[in-house]
């Protein structure tokens, strides 16, 4: 299973972004597609996550009422539009494949496939 996220950048506080993340390979190794951020010095940290086959979605709280995951099956895509971006959302982002169970979708440990990472920057 390969993938490849993309679509960070520079972006105001207060503006948006949406990355996407493109599946390709063995998909049905991977029941769930997660966002995970990491800053420098600080351990990977849990975004989002959506369920492949029911569209379920997870949020951290700290995201919750800012950030929106989906999927485009035909396009074996999934996507974290970003909105209300502050400071504190810099980071390098990276979608991730695998298929924890519910208890563990927040942890990273669980998750296979990894994409190579694309930097958001959040200007105050």
């Known amino acids: 299973v390969q993938l490849q996220a993309s679509g960070g950048g520079l972006v105001q506080a207060g503006g948006s972004l949406r990355l996407s993340c493109a599946v390709s390979?063995?998909?049905?190794?991977?029941?769930?597609i997660a966002w995970f951020r990491q800053t420098p010095g600080k351990e990977r940290e849990f975004v989002s996550a959506?369920?492949?086959?029911?569209?379920?979605?997870y949020y951290a709280e700290s995201v919750k009422g800012r950030f929106t995951i989906s999927k485009d099956n035909a396009k074996n895509a999934v996507y974290l539009q970003m909105n209300s971006l502050k400071p504190e959302d810099t980071a390098v982002y990276y979608c991730?494949?695998?298929?924890?169970?519910?208890?563990?979708?927040?942890?990273?440990?669980?998750?296979?496939?990894w994409g190579q990472g694309t930097l958001v920057t959040v200007s105050s």
């Open positions: 991730a494949g695998g298929r924890p169970i519910v208890t563990t979708i927040r942890r990273d440990s669980y998750y296979d496939y």
């Open positions: 390979g063995r998909t049905f190794r991977t029941d769930y």
């Open positions: 959506i369920r492949w086959s029911t569209s379920t979605t």
